[in-house]
């Protein structure tokens, strides 16, 4: 196996992570099962939550043996780059098998969240959108102005919380992240997998000219910038079969 955890865990929870294995079979509290398993696991009166990555064919099994890192190893080193705008890291493991890689798993501490930006996103009614909406659009770019462009920016990867009638922002699946000084084409294509609608869409990137200059077609950029997902999207699920988003 190797391993890395956060020295401030490391007494608390370093048995913990070096049996992951058993302590996740065990567990079902799952919150999120695909490609990957996420599951809400307590330990020495810390809730953590722990990412199964899928087991790698053989060729990325290969590659993130001795070429790259591997998914859980990303998440954990982005994290402390992303420090301030994610769950706080506890630590990722990885275990082989015949020296090629087979299991990985990254642990986080829970992020007591309200909702996701999926819920106001949908529903018109809910409470405080245009609020949140703008408070979402100076978060952005916060991580924007930290040469931070996350490549995976959707609504369930976007978790909100409600503290003394403000609201707290942190990002999770942070192994597909990119950092590099963004333009305003990078700034404005980064709202694209939000799959709103030009109404909100407009609120986010009123908000963020009003802190960052922009041009006076960055509105219209980030919404060129969505349509054209939604179309790629939609022609994806199209040949599939699949019925097609608004």
């Known amino acids: 196996m190797k391993y890395e955890i956060n020295p401030l865990y490391e007494k608390s929870l370093k048995k913990f992570l070096l049996n992951i294995q058993q302590y996740f079979k065990q567990n079902n509290n ?5 490609r990957n398993e996420l599951k809400i696991i307590s330990y020495n009166k810390t809730e953590t939550v722990v990412k199964a990555f899928k087991v790698p064919n053989i060729i990325n099994k290969i ?4 070429f790259r890192d591997s998914k859980a190893k990303k998440s954990y080193k982005y994290s402390h780059k992303l420090q301030d705008f994610t769950p706080m890291a506890i630590g990722y493991i990885e275990f082989y098998k015949f020296g090629l890689l087979n299991e990985s798993y990254f642990v986080s501490e829970k992020f007591n969240y309200n909702f996701t930006i999926r819920e106001p996103l949908l529903d018109i009614n809910f409470p405080d959108r245009e609020k949140i909406f703008r408070a979402f659009a100076r978060f952005t770019l916060k991580l924007h102005d930290n040469n931070i462009f ?3 920016y959707s609504p369930g990867n976007i978790l909100i919380k409600k503290e003394n009638e403000q609201y707290t ?6 192994n597909r992240m990119k950092f590099f000084n963004l333009n305003e084409n990078d700034r404005a294509k980064n709202f694209a997998k939000l799959w709103a609608n030009n109404k909100i869409l407009t609120i986010i990137a009123d908000e963020y000219a009003k802190y960052h200059k922009v041009s006076e077609s960055f509105t219209q950029q980030v919404i060129y910038h969505s349509d054209k997902n ?3 999207k939609n022609f994806k699920k199209r040949l599939k079969g ?3 988003n608004d």
């Open 30 to 34: 799952t919150i999120h099962k695909a």
């Open 63 to 66: 590659a993130y043996s001795f």
């Open 150 to 152: 996350h490549d995976d």
């Open 169 to 174: 922002f942190k990002i999770v699946d942070i």
């Open 230 to 232: 939604k179309k790629i």
């Open 242 to 244: 699949k019925p097609v």
